[in-house]
């Protein structure tokens, strides 16, 4: 095999690439939600809390952790980040997270703007890394059959 790790087979490298495709499918949904639902009935309405909410004098980013079960995503929990004393720990589970700045009185279509340009940004790299592990799957098939 050239150029290509040996613990890693196409079967494998295949059901990678579906795991990410199932993410990003979730995170379409998320997105979807975002934009056509209410906030205060969207599974994002913890996260516009504390980024419109919180004193931005304390607290300067908000992550929202998300995990993907059954083909939808749930947000596992929203951390802030203080300037400077602590990180957010990623919370067991997580398949992805989403950070805004805090931004006190926040309107909820700049929150829906902000927050589904974070969305649509994770949804391209999980669509990168499938097909990345779609190609490489390719290569080993290809390599296995010469």
């Known amino acids: 095999m050239t150029g290509t790790d040996s613990d890693e087979s196409p079967a494998d490298l295949r059901e990678e690439a579906a795991e990410y495709e199932e993410i990003a499918d979730a995170l379409e949904d998320l997105l979807a939600e975002l934009r056509d639902e209410e906030i205060k ?3 994002l309405e913890g996260l ?3 980024v419109s909410s919180s004193d931005p004098n304390i607290w300067n980013i908000v992550s929202a952790f998300i995990d993907v079960e059954d083909g939808e995503a749930m947000i596992t929990d ?3 980040l203080a300037r400077g004393s602590w990180a957010p720990e990623i919370v067991e ?3 992805t ?4 700045d805090i931004e006190y009185g926040m309107m909820p279509d700049e929150f829906t703007y902000t927050a589904g340009k974070e969305l649509q940004k994770r949804i391209e790299e999980f669509r990168e890394e499938a097909a990345d592990a ?8 290809d390599a296995d059959d010469e």
């Open 93 to 95: 589970g997580c398949d």
């Open 48 to 50: 516009f809390d504390e």
């Open 78 to 80: 929203e951390s802030k």
């Open 97 to 100: 997270m989403i950070t805004l």
């Open 134 to 141: 779609r190609a490489r799957a390719d290569e080993l098939e």
């Open 41 to 43: 009935d969207s599974r």
